[in-house]
């Protein structure tokens, strides 16, 4: 092969982009077409990359952060009791959610099963450069995941996955551009669509909502939740806090800058929230 | 052996780069350490060390984290193989030529991205993109250009690095 390549090296670096160039504009289109081969080179990476992330987390915590260490195990702490705290709410929600099909099935409403099931998943790398938001966690197909459900942590809404493997998935923050959720105001009940605001890196990450009708009087400061219209997120997950609203002259709607609750920096462990309706139905 | 050490190489810079980097990041900026090592292969060893490295390095970052694959495969060649064309043909330095080719490396980078969010029919501000993520980037990386360039000349001092490749 070097000889060959050494005789036609131009060709050969024509071919094989065209040949990417496919690739690229195939799996854009279609994603999740080479899921498979996927699936395999993250199982093999995984591990290590598990090692390293752990490894690295604890020189971080030991050594360089000597002073600060007090400080983040007393959070780590305080997180820990958080989301053990969650979930003990979460059962009683579920205990409420039950009485409520209870209720709804003697009103006839609706025949609807929404549950909440939680599994905790830890992330295990981000990805690198600056574009794109997306982090693996260490939990896939094999602990019961599958695309589109919601990822939450005991702040709020962390994003959705948007591919699985064996024992992996990828997570699409909220915070990246291409995210997109529908969202309404707490306090005003004004819908509108809460989309990351910029592909620059997620210590940036603000989100935007838009789509916010002109009458609506939204403060800054209201309380920004998902509506659960789009079926992928559970109605009432917290998302953030309005910082400010603004209106473009040409725009017939308002658009409102959202601080995240989530802090996407210090991003160790997750919630999937798994819904019985999106792994009934698969779109 | 050569292609084990490569090998060996991409993978260790892909597990660095998504597990260790986020903790060593200033202001969101991150290195490109496979910017770096496909430069230093293509001023050590032209290009078509340079392109396949910078080919199976891409592929390994478009199948980890990417949604479309390929993109990162093609750019990551394209400038392997463009850097590594003046391989043997300037005298190239320790720090100043390096430096140079990693900066112009980075800037056509993010040049073949926009383009690509460009068609993604993403919107993104153009001078936040400028000033927060291109001139960090190749700032950091830069700096970290001529250590990492140090140790892969002292690679390629040994000799099964440069044995079967230099035939006639």
């Not at chain 1, 003990?88 to 099909?101: C, G, V």
């Not at chain 1, 600056?130 to 809404?157: P, Q, T």
């Not at chain 2, 495969?73 to 190239?92: R, S």
């Not at chain 2, 140790?151 to 440069?162: D, G, S, V």
């Amino acid at each position: 092969m070097p000889e060959f390549l050494k005789k036609h090296p131009l060709a050969i670096i024509t071919v094989v982009s065209v040949l990417l160039i496919a690739l690229i504009i195939v799996t854009s289109i279609n994603p999740g077409a080479m899921t498979k081969v996927e699936g395999f080179i993250g199982q093999i990476v995984t591990p290590a990359q598990k090692f390293m992330y752990t490894m690295t987390t604890r020189v971080v915590n030991f050594f360089i952060e000597l002073q600060e260490r007090r400080e983040l195990e007393s959070r780590y702490a305080e997180q820990k009791a958080l989301i053990a705290e969650m979930e003990k709410q979460l059962m009683r929600l579920e205990e409420l959610e039950k009485e409520n099909q209870r209720l709804k099935r003697l009103l006839e409403f609706s025949n609807e099963t929404e549950e909440l099931v939680l599994t905790g998943a830890r992330v295990i790398g981000k990805n690198p450069g600056s574009w794109f938001n997306v982090f693996l966690i260490d939990k896939g197909e094999d602990h019961g995941l599958s695309v589109n459900m919601a990822v939450i942590n005991d702040r709020g809404l962390v994003g959705r996955i948007i591919e699985v493997g064996p024992n992996w998935s990828k997570v699409r923050s909220i915070v990246d551009g291409q995210s997109s959720v529908s969202a309404i105001i707490e306090r005003t009940r004004d819908n509108g669509q809460v989309e990351g605001n910029n592909n620059i890196s997620m210590e940036d990450g603000t989100c935007r909502m838009i789509y916010l009708s002109l009458e609506s009087d939204i403060v800054p400061g209201d309380r920004v939740i998902t509506s659960g219209l789009e079926e992928i997120f559970p109605k009432g997950i917290y998302i953030g806090e309005v910082i400010s609203v603004e209106r473009n002259k040409r725009d017939l709607f308002k658009t409102a800058l959202i601080q995240p609750a989530v802090d996407f920096r210090r991003l160790e462990e997750v919630l999937v929230v798994r819904t019985v309706r999106n792994s009934n139905e698969k779109k | 052996m050569r292609v084990w050490v490569i090998l060996f190489i991409l993978l260790l810079n892909i597990v660095l780069q998504s597990s260790f980097f986020p903790f060593i990041e200033i202001y969101g900026a991150e290195p490109d350490s496979l910017m770096i090592l496909v430069v230093s292969f293509a001023l050590l060893a032209g290009s078509p060390t340079a392109s396949i490295v910078g080919f199976c390095g891409g592929l390994l970052q478009d199948i980890l984290f990417g949604e479309a694959l390929g993109i990162y495969a093609l750019l990551y060649m394209l400038i392997g193989y463009a850097i590594g064309l003046v391989h043997q043909k300037i005298y190239v330095g320790r720090i100043i030529f390096p430096i140079f080719f990693v900066v112009i490396g980075i800037i056509a980078k993010e040049f073949i991205l926009l383009v690509y969010i460009f068609f993604m029919r993403i919107e993104i501000p153009f001078e936040q993109l400028i000033f927060r993520i291109v001139i960090p980037e190749a700032v950091y990386t830069a700096i970290l250009m001529p250590f990492v360039y140090y140790l892969m000349e002292r690679l390629y001092q040994f000799k099964f690095m440069t044995k079967k490749w230099r035939f006639k």
